[in-house]
């Protein structure tokens, strides 16, 4: 359920020619953070320049102490003030009776919601109205108008459905779960409206339709809203008898806050102009040596807990602002993947901060003054947002590029390790942001990292949308610790952060546990090129976050009797695997993918940007009849819940046909047994199938 109040504090600073910038009011109580440090947050450098500005900061955050284990940060974390999100909106108004010419506030919500982006509107028209009238009834209004936002009837979604609801391009996903709220709303208003003397099909935004019952088989008439995105909840703010629509977005990740652009960010970072400055080698951000693209050592610095700034010399420190919050989502994979990121990053901070800032292991901060620039002790990595240009501090600490343990990966490279680090150098810019691999060998087919920097660019070259790019992050940092738990169990022994044997057995050895690779070789290279990182990684914040979460994740998963993310890798990308190891495969989802809960663990690992329903649809393809029918009754399955159902529409032509094709022919052979008739009894419907996909290539 949402907090009982949506709005904590309202803020009210303003700039004085005398005393330079105060704090004038703060309702409904005071936050019990310095005044001075509020209103230099509020009132950033060089807003004076410009009519309009916003900024992010944040109040109230827990910093862990760098070593602290998983029972030191429950600890930590106990008993403090929640984390609010600021948003601040600074106003220029030139006026030629104040002095010189101008008035300068700032008006901000302190607020625990992450998409704090939706009372942009309710705060302009609240800044306005205190110009004209600059009392703390201004104050208190706004307050009251935001708290008064009705949230009661916002469905709640699992993980794994929130999951699936985000990376879905259905706008009608889940559907099911506003058309109660919906139908009662519609018959309240109709019976509303007809002890008025008005017809409810007047009703304006409502529509009758009629509708089949699946359970009583009648016909059945409903009044829905029409034309509503599922992917956020619509309801309003009323402020100064204005009713302001708001659009809550329902799927924002955990680390994910305001309405940030990551792909502005990649852009930047990969642009032609973009570089990085020379220093001295560092395992954590030189995967490629001296050659290394920007965007990687940004990267690689967020996993490994660098101190990261983020310069924007005459820039709004709103811009500079949305530069740190993208990348704390890519840095911890979407959101979604690690945590940690947000508590650690200051979207924007000033000269007044640096020494609370410095307190802070691994902090992301945004900043305005060129100043910064000049002290690269402050800092470990400094991106330019202008220029795209990374800087590496000369003070940044050097670590010897030495593995522990069991000599799995020795310091020593061989022929392999040359070749790729001659690959590696060849790298140069080929069209903007792309990198070009010249060489076709077999080193560069294993080069995932610019595999996976060229295959982000093109997508967004390709117009694909911003939660795509952020689901391609989110691919990437759960591979890094998919990696990570093999590494340790072959360095250290034993791992707590992955999949093994332990917590899910595999009696016959047919499935596995853990990461899958596509052959030996490849998994040699990736856990060889990975080591660096994956150690850096391993003495993080956002590790020991992780460790806690998936001791979590194991006590709460919906199954236990087999890795379900492995099998759909493999199922994706193995190059190997003989007809026992498919049967196996397939039989092991249609045995314990049975509830709906199971079975939106499965669809939440199978996004539309990555096809889906394709890794199983080879299964309607294979030569073998027990697996083409292990394959059918698990489709079947799908087509009996809500959202998977919408996965079987979104099918291609070809997948389609052919899972057609396989049940008419189990129909035919079937039809005649009552157990058939019970599995097959609810019918798909092939024509709405063919029109539901009408226009999609194959």
């Known amino acids: 359920m949402p907090p009982s109040r949506h709005v904590e504090y309202v803020l009210l600073a303003e700039f004085d020619i005398d005393k330079g910038a105060s704090l004038s009011h703060q309702y409904p109580e005071p936050t019990g953070t310095d005044e001075h440090y509020l209103s230099e947050l509020m009132l950033p450098d060089g807003a004076h320049l410009r009519a309009e500005d916003w900024t992010i900061f944040f109040l109230n955050q827990r910093i862990p102490l760098e070593g602290s284990d998983s029972e030191t940060l429950k600890e930590e974390t106990a008993g403090k003030k929640p984390l609010l999100h600021v948003l601040n909106l600074v106003r220029t108004k030139h006026d030629t009776a104040a002095r010189r010419g101008a008035m300068v506030k700032a008006m901000a919500i302190c607020t625990r919601h992450r998409y704090l982006h939706v009372y942009k509107p309710v705060l302009l028209l609240a800044m306005e109205n205190y110009f004209h009238n600059p009392s703390i009834a201004i104050l208190e209004e706004l307050y009251n108008a935001v708290n008064a936002m009705d949230l009661s009837q916002m469905p709640q979604f699992s993980w794994h459905e929130q999951q699936i609801l985000r990376a879905s391009d259905n706008k009608h996903m889940f559907e099911e779960k506003f058309t109660e709220i919906q139908d009662a709303q519609a018959k309240e208003t109709l019976e509303s409206g007809q002890q008025n003397g008005f017809p409810g099909q007047d009703v304006p935004g409502y529509e009758r339709r009629n509708y089949i019952d699946l359970v009583s088989g009648q016909r059945k008439d409903a009044l829905s809203l029409a034309g509503k995105d599922r992917h956020f909840f619509e309801t309003k703010i009323v402020y100064d008898n204005i009713k302001l629509p708001i659009r809550v977005p329902l799927t924002l990740n955990p680390e994910e806050v305001g309405d940030f652009s990551l792909i502005k960010l990649v852009n930047t970072f990969t642009s032609p102009t973009s570089s990085v400055t020379s220093h001295s080698p560092h395992p954590h951000l030189d995967s490629y040596g001296p050659n290394t693209p920007p965007l990687l050592v940004l990267l690689n610095a967020l996993l490994t807990q660098k101190r990261i700034i983020?310069?924007?010399?005459?820039?709004?420190?709103?811009?500079?602002?949305?530069?740190?919050?993208?990348?704390?989502?890519?840095?911890?994979?979407?959101?979604?993947?690690?945590?940690?990121?947000?508590?650690?990053?200051?979207?924007?901070?000033?000269?007044?901060?640096?020494?609370?800032?410095?307190?802070?292991?691994?902090?992301?901060?945004?900043?305005?003054?060129?100043?910064?620039?000049?002290?690269?002790?402050?800092?470990?990595?400094?991106?330019?947002?202008?220029?795209?240009?990374?800087?590496?501090?000369?003070?940044?600490?050097?670590?010897?590029?030495?593995?522990?343990?069991?000599?799995?990966?020795?310091?020593?490279?061989?022929?392999?390790?040359?070749?790729?680090?001659?690959?590696?150098?060849?790298?140069?810019?080929?069209?903007?942001?792309?990198?070009?691999?010249?060489?076709?060998?077999?080193?560069?087919?294993?080069?995932?990292?610019?595999?996976?920097?060229?295959?982000?660019?093109?997508?967004?070259?390709?117009?694909?949308?911003?939660?795509?790019?952020?689901?391609?992050?989110?691919?990437?940092?759960?591979?890094?610790?998919?990696?990570?738990?093999?590494?340790?169990?072959?360095?250290?022994?034993?791992?707590?952060?992955?999949?093994?044997?332990?917590?899910?057995?595999?009696?016959?050895?047919?499935?596995?546990?853990?990461?899958?690779?596509?052959?030996?070789?490849?998994?040699?290279?990736?856990?060889?090129?990975?080591?660096?990182?994956?150690e850096g990684w391993r003495s993080t914040i956002s590790y020991k976050y992780y460790k806690k979460d998936f001791q979590i994740f194991l006590q709460q998963r919906k199954n236990r009797h087999f890795d379900v993310a492995r099998q759909i890798t493999r199922l994706r990308s193995a190059k190997e695997l003989n007809d026992r190891q498919v049967t196996a495969i397939y039989q092991a989802f249609w045995t314990y993918i049975v509830d709906p809960a199971q079975i939106d663990e499965v669809l939440a690992l199978l996004p539309h940007y990555r096809g889906g329903l394709a890794p199983f649809c080879f299964g309607l393809f294979h030569s073998s009849p027990i697996v083409r029918q292990y394959t059918l009754q698990f489709l079947n399955r799908l087509r009996n819940h809500p959202a998977g159902i919408r996965f079987i529409h979104a099918l291609n032509r070809f997948q389609r046909l052919a899972y057609e094709r396989l049940y008419s022919e189990s129909m035919a052979t079937t039809s005649k047994t009552t157990s058939a008739q019970k599995v097959y009894s609810n019918e798909p419907n092939f024509s709405t199938l063919r029109s539901n996909s009408s226009g999609r290539s194959s």
């Open 310 to 534: 983020f310069l924007g010399h005459g820039h709004p420190s709103g811009e500079v602002a949305n530069y740190v919050l993208a990348a704390c989502a890519m840095g911890s994979g979407g959101g979604a993947v690690l945590r940690g990121f947000t508590e650690r990053s200051f979207p924007y901070t000033s000269l007044l901060s640096v020494d609370d800032l410095l307190k802070c292991p691994g902090f992301i901060a945004g900043v305005t003054n060129p100043t910064f620039e000049d002290h690269p002790s402050w800092w470990d990595i400094l991106c330019n947002i202008d220029t795209g240009k990374i800087t590496v501090s000369r003070d940044i600490t050097t670590l010897a590029q030495v593995v522990p343990g069991s000599g799995l990966l020795a310091p020593e490279r061989n022929l392999d390790d040359l070749a790729l680090a001659r690959s590696a150098s060849t790298l140069i810019l080929n069209s903007p942001g792309r990198y070009d691999e010249r060489s076709s060998s077999r080193d560069n087919r294993d080069n995932y990292d610019l595999e996976f920097l060229n295959e982000v660019i093109a997508a967004i070259q390709s117009h694909y949308s911003e939660t795509s790019i952020r689901g391609k992050f989110e691919e990437y940092v759960t591979k890094l610790v998919a990696l990570s738990a093999v590494y340790e169990e072959e360095t250290y022994g034993a791992t707590t952060i992955g999949v093994t044997p332990d917590n899910t057995p595999d009696p016959e050895g047919l499935l596995g546990t853990g990461c899958a690779f596509p052959d030996e070789h490849t998994r040699q290279r990736e856990l060889h090129y990975f080591a660096a990182r994956i």
